[in-house]
């Protein structure tokens, strides 16, 4: 009886010992489809880009871009969906970084046009700097959004840029749910 409960207590400590060491960690497979769309879009002054699909994903999952900022403005590509704003791209950095970029994870079905412009400037804080790049699938708050958002046809791209700089969106992801 004893001997029972040793290598009870034993097998007990060692499976407790085995999950707070090991981390364990429960993982789902969500089915998703990553569409791509060249743009070739060159934006000089703040404005929105309507986007629009033929057929509306069912839900975004994740928005990114790719392309060249010419200039040392600032900056900053927000996805706009409702009340809820995400920020995409920015060429804002921070003086002196080791790290270059953040990526992430999008038919030719999806239809981008010029918005109205907008009247914003943002401006970048002392201990950053805005720099001339070239950048690939970038998606600093956008590479995973809040599925339960979109359900609307109506999302946009919002582009913050400083005078005198020019960014040329080269291409758009996007991954959405599989139908």
Known sequence: MNTHRIILSITVVAIVVFVLFSRPSITGYVATETHYQNLDITVDESQQLDLSWQTAPSKLLAVSLSGQVQGTGLVNVYFVAGQNKWLVYSNKQKRDRSMTSITGLATNELAVTQGKTINKIETVEDDYL?????????????????????????????????PGTN????????????K
């Open 130 to 162: 805005a720099v001339p790049e070239v950048f690939q699938n970038q998606c600093i708050e956008s590479c995973s959004l809040d599925r339960t958002v979109f359900t609307t046809e109506k999302v946009k791209l919002e582009v913050i840029i400083e």
């Open 167 to 178: 960014l040329n969106i080269n291409e758009i992801r996007y991954a959405t749910l599989k």
